[in-house]
């Protein structure tokens, strides 16, 4: 299910905003036609970007591939450049003097961590445990989306898991970000915050 954002250019969420957000890899540009694609090339070969895996960019915009469903976004592993006919991010989309911000909503990052379960744990109302890597791979994957950081304001790029392994548990109950220790610690310290094994 998609929310649906819509602003003029410069009210609220500025053009500028929105394509840093694009810089950083959390938002993607969705173009339904090739004048829009090559429109974005042309203005990202200004830039110092490059295609993922290092070639400059050039006329070609690879809309050919996937047209209408053409989406491009930074890729999270090499800064450079991707397209794709689908994206998770955030979509920015662009039609004459509006811009549509087109925003997933919170998506649960497992079967066992159901939509609403997963919103209590975004409201800081339950706790996640996590018995494999995997499942926090997923959990931090999902959480960043939401640009979520953990309490020491830094990204959830290390999961931490290899420190309590199968007892790692997740929290963002206490509003500053997103925390981890083991299951008795929560048991003991926070007895009232029930523990949903993903």
């Known amino acids: 299910m998609m929310t649906e954002l819509k602003v003029s250019l410069g009210v609220d969420i500025s053009p500028f905003k929105l394509h840093e957000r694009f810089l950083k890899g959390k938002a993607t540009y969705h173009c339904n036609t090739k004048k829009k694609a090559k429109k974005l090339l042309k203005a990202l070969k200004l830039t110092d970007i490059k295609w993922s ?45 509006i811009i549509t911000l087109i925003i997933p909503t919170p998506t649960p990052p497992s079967s066992e961590l159901n939509s609403d379960t997963f919103k209590l744990f975004l409201d800081g109302k339950v706790v996640v445990q996590c018995d494999t890597e995997e499942k926090a791979d997923r959990l931090l994957f999902a959480l960043g989306l939401l640009d979520n950081t953990w309490n020491s304001c830094g990204k959830l790029s290390q999961n931490h898991w290899e420190l309590f392994k199968e007892k790692t548990c997740y929290s963002l109950a206490f509003g500053l970000g997103l925390e981890y220790s083991y299951y008795k610690y929560y048991e003991k310290e926070y007895p009232n915050i029930p523990i949903i094994k993903m």
């Not at 050039?58 to 930074?74: C, L, P, S, V």
């Open 53 to 97: 895996g290092g070639n400059e960019i050039t006329t070609k915009t690879y809309w050919g591939e996937y047209k209408e469903n053409t989406y491009y976004e930074i890729s999270r592993y090499d800064g450079g450049l991707c397209c794709d006919n689908i994206s998770v991010l955030p979509i920015i989309e662009i039609e004459d003097d």
